[in-house]
């Protein structure tokens, strides 16, 4: 059975880092895409980054530069380091993975089987 468990949320100040952590267990990382999510409130869940199985990457504009998307195989965690953040990055943000759905756009829902609970992220100014 496929888990994903996210951890790393906080509050932050406006130009602060956080490091976010979803550790997967029932599938291993190495074999399907990834990618994190966030949704505030009020607002649809949006995605922000991805990464393929080969360890390719994919940023929405509004965070290139300022987060990144990594993978640690040996231990079966995905990653997000988050540096200067905004106010409009306060969110809940999910981890979510999956295979064989990639006729859907990469930041479609739809393309993403399992899902963590989210963790989450508050900025103050």
């Known amino acids: 059975q496929v888990q994903l468990v996210e951890s790393g949320g906080a509050s932050v100040q406006v130009g602060g880092s956080l490091r976010l952590s979803c550790a997967a267990s029932?599938?291993?990382?190495?074999?399907?895409?990834m990618a994190w999510f966030r949704q505030a409130p009020g607002k649809e869940r949006e995605g922000v980054a991805l990464?393929?199985?080969?360890?390719?990457?994919t940023y929405v504009d509004s965070v290139k530069g300022r987060f990144t998307i990594s993978k640690d195989n040996a231990n079966n965690i995905l990653y997000l380091q988050v540096n200067s953040l905004k106010l409009e990055d306060a969110a809940m943000y999910y981890c979510?993975?999956?295979?064989?759905?990639?006729?859907?756009?990469?930041?479609?829902?739809?393309?993403?089987?399992?899902w963590g609970q989210g963790t989450q992220v508050t900025v103050s100014s």
């Open positions: 979510a993975a999956g295979s064989g759905r990639r006729y859907y756009r990469p930041f479609s829902k739809m393309r993403y089987q399992y």
């Open positions: 029932g599938y291993s990382v190495m074999s399907y895409y």
């Open positions: 990464i393929d199985s080969d360890g390719s990457t």
